[in-house]
């Protein structure tokens, strides 16, 4: 039964889209009021942030964020009713009662980052970014890896640990620095879409959606250099 104090809201494709992302960084998720949603993977080397449509009203949490998904899957444009204790998906004569879960068991962000640095600036495409993870994942190549060479700067799927390792490039810039910067391509699991990376000598990346607000933060291996 509905009472007055119960939210009533609806989930739009693309907030859909950007929770089913977000599992993929980590099942757990914490919601705070208001419109923006954040993650971050158990090993807290991967932080995403979004700005979506939906205004939530209270805060909860949610332990198997794919199981909430699948449920949600199993209606056409339903209407979620946020009450204190659990979240009721419901459409026409069906519905779900979905329990929260204890916030204390979730791993969830505690703090924002500030990028100590931009040492590098490059435009990432989607037709780029697409190719190289797929490249990668066709020859199993585990690491990612952004490189200067004569001038020009390069995004190479790899595998570090082989010298004789097959390898993807593709060219996305110039610059005057010299550097090496591994990703591990798990890591590396963004929405696609076009970006801008920038990248700090301190081993942290920041990638901005240029067409959505959406943010990610990517830890670097330790193994990455740059020497300005």
């Known amino acids: 039964m509905k009472t007055n104090e119960d939210y009533i809201m609806q989930i ?104 100590p640095s931009k040492d590098i600036e490059v435009n990432i495409t989607q037709g780029n970014y697409t190719d190289l993870l797929k490249a990668s994942n066709i020859m199993q190549l585990p690491d990612i890896a952004l490189v200067s060479e004569e001038g020009k700067i390069k995004m190479v799927a790899t595998d570090k640990k082989n010298k004789t390792s097959n390898v993807y490039e593709v060219e996305v810039g110039t610059t005057t620095s010299k550097f090496s910067m591994y990703f591990k391509r798990d890591n590396l699991r963004m929405i696609p879409g076009d970006y801008d990376l920038a990248i700090s000598h301190k081993n942290i990346s920041h990638w901005s959606n240029k067409n959505k607000s959406l943010q990610y933060w990517v830890a670097l291996e330790t193994d990455s250099k740059f020497e300005g």
Request: charged share 25%; proline share 4%; aromatic share 10%.
């Open 12 to 115: 739009s494709k693309n907030t859909f889209e950007v929770l089913k992302n977000f599992s993929e960084i980590n099942e757990n998720l914490l919601i705070k009021p208001g419109n923006e949603l954040k993650t971050i993977s158990v090993m807290k080397n991967v932080l995403a942030k979004a700005t979506i449509e939906e205004t939530f009203d209270k805060e909860f949490a949610i332990y198997d964020l794919n199981s909430f998904l699948n449920v949600l899957s199993l209606y056409d444009n339903p209407e979620i009713t946020l009450n204190d204790d659990y979240l009721t998906i419901s459409k026409g004569n069906s519905s779900t009662k979905f329990w929260y879960a204890d916030p204390s068991l979730v791993v969830a962000p505690t703090k924002d980052i500030n990028m």
